[in-house]
């Protein structure tokens, strides 16, 4: 058993908690944004060390976009912001969950409660979920 293993094997305690996490070849990790009351996903992005670190040390949710190559505070264009209220690992450590706190009831760019409007029905993606407020009006 590795030395720096503590007995229930959640913690290691000469790295940082960043070195725990699994990143792919690309230097990210998947993370999930979950509802901390109701339990709801709201949605999922990609994180990077720098992007975990801070939000760990802003308390909200920031991501990495993939399509800008830049950091991504959600909310920093919406106002729809996720505050963060817990930070978890999967058993593989590939996967980060964020409880949060979402600021405005809107998680999609879409304008919708959560990225998750589609289900599959028959052969084919039917959204199911409603606009809560028009993306016109979200950005400008």
């Given at each position: 058993m590795n030395s720096n293993v503590s007995d229930d094997s959640t913690t290691l305690i000469e790295s940082s908690f960043l070195d725990q996490v699994k990143w792919t070849p690309d230097g990210l990790v998947a993370a999930i944004?979950?509802?901390y009351q109701s339990g709801e996903i709201l949605?999922?992005?990609w994180m990077n060390r720098e992007s975990l670190q801070l939000t760990v040390d802003e308390?909200?949710?920031?991501?990495?976009?993939?399509?800008?190559?830049?950091?991504?505070?959600?909310?920093e264009e919406s106002g729809h912001i996720q505050q963060l209220h817990e930070i978890r690992l999967d058993c593989d450590a590939d996967v980060?969950?964020?409880?949060?706190k979402q600021l405005g009831g809107i998680a999609c760019h879409t304008g919708r409660k959560?990225?998750?409007y589609r289900k599959y029905d028959n052969g084919q993606w039917q959204s199911?979920?409603?606009?809560?407020?028009?993306?016109?009006?979200?950005?400008?």
């Open positions: 944004a979950q509802d949605m999922m992005a308390g909200r949710a920031i991501y990495w976009s993939r399509s800008r190559q830049k950091l991504w505070r959600k909310g980060v969950l964020l409880k949060v959560n990225c998750f199911v979920d409603p606009v809560v407020k028009d993306p016109e009006t979200i950005y400008n």
